[in-house]
């Protein structure tokens, strides 16, 4: 049986479950000229969202644009918008919003003078607003919203001087008001390289810069508040460079940032470096897998349990190859592997997320063929395997423990105002190309209860794609019906509680690709009780009821004194605020005892009346 992953779900409510398996992909997204992608988001229907920079094509006064772009599950264009407002324009950091959209940066370079420009778009990669911001941006910074959906963004720039480089920390509001502008500097240059916003608002800066030697990088974090002050800051270092690349926040609040260092027995390997909250060094793991220029992470996510995926590349100047590990939470490797798709050319990861099946999808640059660079789309297994090039890498894991110093970061204020602008479009022909031979039918489908419990029977809603003559198989473990050939699938039914899987296979011209989920039929009908109601007459949340209640039960709920104001055995009778006498009870939290011989144990808790 495969690992539950169900939670307590309503009737006729969608139903959270795991997918288990997805054929991988390989394939490059571009046109006629030069491409790379930057960032790629998972959207909702299991399509993708992508940002690339390259030439426009036909090239215009040598222009580059930047291009957001969806695609279905496998890669296929479904639409794109192109964006160019100065000669040389290049997006980053693509993230979604909580509306559906998304939000990004463009480094856009006119007549000499670089800017950075914080876009919105709609799902269509329609501009809701643009800001132009008068910092230098580009791979190496960072963009991350908060949990009501405020945008902060860290751009490297010569604020003050143009010998050294500093830290441009911004955050704006959904809506693109400027909430604060901050400069935050070292003695030497301070480069910014990612950044994130824990649930209580802290602001974590990834950066680097030459601490403890003027030859040699190092990491630092800096911890600023909700107004962007900085707080507190650390460096740690090995022997000799140190380059840090993403950084996320874990759920045990923890900060995981991979990279690169360089060792001179080893030349660079990938690292990831684990710190709590205060900046304290929790512990960090390197990967050497014995390549001419080393191994380098550029991206970090969850593996959706406890652990972390990585991806990079590895190789030699002539020669880079996509590469992608599994660690634990301990960053042990669970397995590492690499893609060697255009092999003798240079290939890097820029960017990757693990899907809603469990994938992993990776993007960046492809040397797809001998003249052209073109936007990678890579989707692999929760194994780490791809089509027709998947090969073991392995690599030695050693766990050198860095030198951790404070350092002394001055913030001060910035005092500027964006400039609303509308970034220029352009008309360019994109196209996507499989390079492996795949299925390309895009499978997902959801079930929601039929009926109240204890009835066992659910609909299945088919939200998958296939060419036209596909053959369709639905296998039900334990339902009524066994199986379906039907694109839409009957009711299934099961006769006893307990876990079930549902399995849809899909065969297109030989090839096939399945999708399984599992349901928990009994944790679907699991009792659920609210801790707050408003008898207010206003029809909304007027009572205190009991979903999935036993036939045999005895509900008491009791005041503050112990008195009883309301007791029932009837499935059908709802507290209404009244005691037993009829009048309405004050406001305040009451205490109810729920007792059934079909419990293990009795619920007990409290429900709070609001007026």
Same mark, same amino acid.
């Given at each position: 049986?495969?690992?539950?992953?169900?939670?307590?779900?309503?009737?006729?409510?969608?139903?959270? %479950?795991?997918?288990?398996?997805?054929?991988?992909?390989?394939?490059?997204?571009? +046109?006629?000229?030069?491409?790379?992608? /930057?960032?790629?988001?998972?959207?909702?229907?299991?399509?993708?969202?992508?940002?690339?920079?390259?030439?426009?094509?036909?090239?215009?006064?040598?222009? $580059?644009?930047?291009?957001?772009?969806? +695609?279905?599950?496998? *890669?296929?264009?479904?639409?794109?918008?192109?964006?160019?407002?100065?000669?040389?324009?290049?997006?980053?950091?693509?993230?979604?919003?909580?509306?559906?959209?998304?939000?990004? #940066?463009?480094?856009?370079?006119?007549?000499?003078?670089?800017?950075?420009?914080?876009?919105?778009?709609?799902?269509?990669?329609?501009?809701?607003?643009?800001?132009?911001?008068?910092?230098? /941006?580009?791979?190496?910074? *960072?963009?991350?919203?908060?949990?009501?959906?405020?945008?902060?963004?860290?751009?490297?720039?010569? #604020?003050?001087?143009?010998?050294?480089?500093?830290?441009?920390?911004?955050?704006?509001?959904?809506?693109?008001?400027?909430?604060?502008?901050?400069?935050?500097?070292?003695?030497?240059?301070?480069?910014?390289?990612?950044?994130?916003?824990?649930?209580? *608002?802290?602001?974590?800066?990834?950066?680097?810069?030459?601490?403890?030697?003027?030859?040699?990088?190092?990491?630092?974090?800096?911890?600023?508040?909700?107004? *962007?002050?900085?707080?507190?800051?650390? &460096?740690?270092?090995?022997?000799?460079?140190?380059?840090?690349?993403?950084?996320?926040?874990?759920?045990?609040?923890?900060?995981?940032?991979?990279?690169?260092?360089?060792?001179?027995?080893?030349?660079?390997?990938?690292?990831?470096?684990?710190?709590?909250?205060?900046?304290?060094?929790? &512990? /960090?793991?390197?990967?050497?897998?014995?390549?001419?220029?080393?191994?380098? #992470?550029?991206?970090?996510?969850?593996?959706?349990?406890?652990?972390?995926?990585?991806?990079?590349?590895?190789?030699?100047?002539?020669?880079?190859?996509?590469?992608?590990?599994?660690?634990?939470?301990?960053?042990?490797?669970?397995?590492?592997?690499?893609?060697?798709?255009?092999?003798?050319?240079?290939?890097?990861?820029?960017?990757?997320?693990?899907?809603?099946?469990?994938?992993?999808?990776?993007?960046?640059?492809?040397?797809?063929?001998?003249?052209?660079?073109?936007?990678?789309?890579?989707?692999?297994?929760?194994?780490?395997?791809?089509?027709?090039?998947?090969?073991?890498?392995?690599?030695? %894991?050693?766990?050198?423990?860095?030198?951790?110093?404070?350092?002394?970061?001055?913030?001060?204020? =910035?005092?500027? $105002?964006?400039?609303?602008?509308?970034?220029?479009?352009?008309?360019?022909?994109?196209?996507?190309?499989?390079?492996?031979?795949?299925?390309?039918?895009? #499978?997902? !489908?959801?079930t929601s209860k039929q009926g109240d419990c204890p009835a066992?029977?659910?609909?299945? +809603?088919? &939200?998958?794609?296939?060419?036209?003559?596909?053959?369709?198989?639905?296998? !039900?473990?334990?339902?009524?019906?066994? !199986?379906?050939?039907?694109?839409?699938?009957?009711?299934?039914?099961?006769?006893?509680?307990?876990?079930?899987?549902?399995?849809?296979? @899909?065969? &297109?011209?030989?090839?096939?690709?399945? @999708?399984?989920?599992? =349901?928990?039929?009994?944790?679907?009908?699991?009792?659920?009780?609210?801790?707050?109601f408003t008898p207010n007459g206003d029809n909304v949340n007027d009572v205190f009821f009991i979903k999935n209640l036993?036939?045999? !039960?005895?509900?008491?709920?009791?005041?503050?004194?112990?008195?009883?104001?309301?007791? %029932?055995?009837?499935?059908?009778?709802?507290?209404?605020?009244?005691?037993?006498?009829?009048?309405?009870?004050?406001?305040?939290?009451?205490?109810?005892?729920?007792?059934?011989?079909?419990?293990?144990?009795?619920?007990?808790? %409290?429900?709070?009346?609001?007026?």
């Amino acid at each position: 049986m495969n690992l539950k992953n169900s939670i307590v779900g309503f009737a006729l409510v969608l139903l959270t %479950t795991k997918l288990f398996s997805q054929t991988p992909i390989v394939a490059d997204i571009g +046109t006629v000229a030069s491409e790379e992608a /930057s960032s790629i988001v998972q959207s909702t229907d299991g399509g993708f969202a992508l940002l690339f920079n390259g030439s426009i094509n036909p090239p215009i006064n040598n222009l $580059t644009g930047c291009t957001f772009l969806r +695609t279905d599950c496998n *890669g296929n264009v479904l639409f794109y918008k192109t964006y160019a407002p100065g000669q040389a324009n290049a997006g980053y950091h693509l993230t979604a919003t909580s509306d559906n959209g998304f939000v990004f #940066l463009m480094a856009v370079n006119s007549n000499n003078i670089n800017s950075t420009y914080i876009t919105k778009i709609d799902s269509a990669g329609n501009v809701k607003w643009s800001k132009i911001i008068p910092v230098r /941006s580009g791979n190496m910074d *960072g963009l991350s919203l908060d949990a009501a959906g405020n945008i902060y963004v860290v751009a490297n720039a010569s #604020l003050t001087n143009v010998t050294k480089d500093e830290i441009a920390l911004l955050k704006f509001s959904p809506s693109g008001n400027l909430l604060f502008s901050n400069k935050l500097e070292y003695t030497s240059n301070l480069r910014a390289s990612d950044i994130s916003i824990s649930t209580s *608002g802290q602001i974590y800066v990834l950066a680097m810069a030459n601490v403890v030697s003027t030859t040699y990088t190092d990491i630092v974090l800096i911890a600023c508040n909700a107004m *962007g002050a900085v707080t507190n800051a650390k &460096t740690y270092s090995t022997a000799l460079d140190d380059e840090p690349a993403q950084m996320l926040i874990s759920n045990k609040n923890e900060l995981v940032i991979c990279g690169r260092s360089f060792f001179s027995n080893s030349a660079y390997d990938g690292f990831v470096l684990k710190c709590d909250s205060n900046l304290n060094y929790v &512990t /960090s793991k390197y990967y050497d897998a014995s390549t001419q220029l080393g191994e380098m #992470l550029r991206a970090i996510f969850s593996d959706g349990d406890n652990g972390w995926i990585v991806a990079g590349d590895k190789g030699a100047a002539g020669g880079r190859d996509f590469i992608c590990a599994n660690l634990d939470s301990n960053l042990n490797m669970v397995w590492s592997n690499y893609y060697p798709i255009a092999p003798q050319f240079t290939n890097y990861t820029y960017a990757g997320c693990r899907n809603i099946n469990g994938s992993i999808t990776l993007t960046g640059d492809l040397r797809s063929t001998a003249n052209l660079r073109q936007a990678l789309f890579l989707t692999i297994d929760k194994s780490g395997n791809a089509p027709c090039s998947t090969q073991v890498l392995p690599m030695t %894991t050693t766990s050198e423990v860095p030198a951790v110093l404070n350092v002394s970061i001055t913030q001060s204020q =910035i005092v500027f $105002t964006p400039i609303d602008n509308m970034p220029a479009m352009a008309t360019i022909n994109v196209y996507s190309n499989g390079i492996c031979g795949v299925n390309n039918s895009c #499978l997902n !489908f959801t079930t929601s209860k039929q009926g109240d419990c204890p009835a066992q029977c659910y609909v299945i +809603t088919n &939200t998958s794609s296939a060419a036209p003559g596909s053959f369709w198989y639905w296998d !039900f473990d334990g339902g009524d019906p066994a !199986f379906s050939l039907q694109q839409i699938p009957p009711v299934v039914c099961f006769k006893e509680k307990g876990v079930y899987n549902i399995k849809l296979t @899909v065969t &297109t011209n030989g090839k096939s690709n399945s @999708v399984e989920r599992e =349901i928990n039929t009994e944790e679907d009908c699991a009792i659920t009780i609210p801790n707050i109601f408003t008898p207010n007459g206003d029809n909304v949340n007027d009572v205190f009821f009991i979903k999935n209640l036993p036939d045999n !039960f005895l509900l008491t709920v009791v005041n503050r004194w112990g008195n009883i104001v309301f007791e %029932t055995k009837d499935k059908n009778k709802f507290w209404d605020g009244t005691n037993q006498k009829g009048t309405f009870v004050s406001e305040g939290v009451y205490f109810y005892i729920l007792q059934s011989d079909t419990f293990k144990e009795n619920y007990r808790g %409290t429900v709070s009346i609001l007026y």
